[in-house]
């Protein structure tokens, strides 16, 4: 049974950083893809980044040189760090996890999902 608990979420003032957490249980495959996305009320979820199980990493054009996706492998704990934040990056911040590497690249839908933290910029 594969469960994503993410943490780490909060307020915090324009300019300000976070850490995100996405505790990875159950999950032990040694090829997959990982990633963040987001919800913004009223608009679609979008893909902020995404790492695969060679250490490769994507990221969306709107947080490219502000946020950063790594992973500590031993823990399996996957991290997302938020700097120079803006209001516009205040959304639902989830986990995801999927067998299949090219999720990454939107070939495959992730498999699972954690239950989100909020991040609010303001």
């Known amino acids: 049974h594969v469960q994503l608990v993410e943490s780490g979420g909060g307020l915090v003032q324009p300019g300000g950083s976070l850490r995100l957490s996405c505790a990875a249980s159950?999950?032990?495959?040694?090829?997959?893809?990982m990633g963040w996305f987001r919800q913004i009320p009223d608009k679609g979820r979008e893909g902020v980044a995404g790492?695969?199980?060679?250490?490769?990493?994507s990221y969306a054009d709107s947080v490219k040189g502000r946020f950063t996706i790594s992973q500590d492998s031993a823990k399996n704990i996957l991290y997302l760090q938020l700097h120079s934040l803006k209001v516009e990056d205040t959304a639902i911040y989830y986990c995801?996890?999927?067998?299949?590497?090219?999720?990454?690249?939107?070939?495959?839908?992730?498999?699972?999902w954690g239950q989100g933290t909020q991040v609010t910029v303001s």
């Open positions: 159950g999950f032990t495959y040694t090829s997959y893809c």
């Open positions: 790492i695969e199980s060679d250490g490769s990493t």
């Open positions: 995801a996890a999927s067998t299949w590497r090219r999720s990454c690249s939107g070939g495959r839908p992730y498999e699972y």
